[in-house]
Nanobody, 123 residues
């Protein structure tokens, strides 16, 4: 019943920007913490960014600080990730996930996951 659907992925040149969106159904996001995770080939899944239920105290991985911005729109039941100054090492499958307050960026604490969207940063 619960579905999270990511959109906005694709191919982008280094230094470019993309905006990912996650739309939820079957769950009311305003009661949960939301996070974006990514997994590159041969690497473990990592937490990229997290935001609490009221949109405060965001978390960013050191590798994306200053380049990525997470936001949420509880009225639309969505969460977004604005990605600027993209680097080839940002290439990965990106997932949105929903969990309890304090769960993110720990993958094992998240309750619901999207199917992922592929980001490829290349010239």
């Amino acid at each position: 019943q619960v579905q999270l659907v990511e959109s906005g992925g694709g191919l982008v040149q280094p230094g470019g920007s993309l905006r990912l969106s996650c739309t939820a159904s079957g769950v009311t996001l305003k009661y949960y913490e939301i996070g974006w995770f990514r997994q590159a080939p041969g690497k473990e899944r990592e937490g990229v960014s997290c935001i609490n239920n009221v949109g405060s105290t965001p978390y960013y991985a050191d590798s994306v600080k200053g380049r990525f911005t997470i936001s949420r729109d509880n009225a639309k039941n969505t969460v977004s990730l604005q990605m600027n100054s993209l680097k080839p090492e940002d290439t990965a499958l990106y997932y949105c996930a929903v969990g309890p307050l304090g769960g993110c960026p720990n993958s094992y604490r998240m309750n619901y996951w999207g199917k992922g969207t592929l980001i490829t940063v290349s010239s």
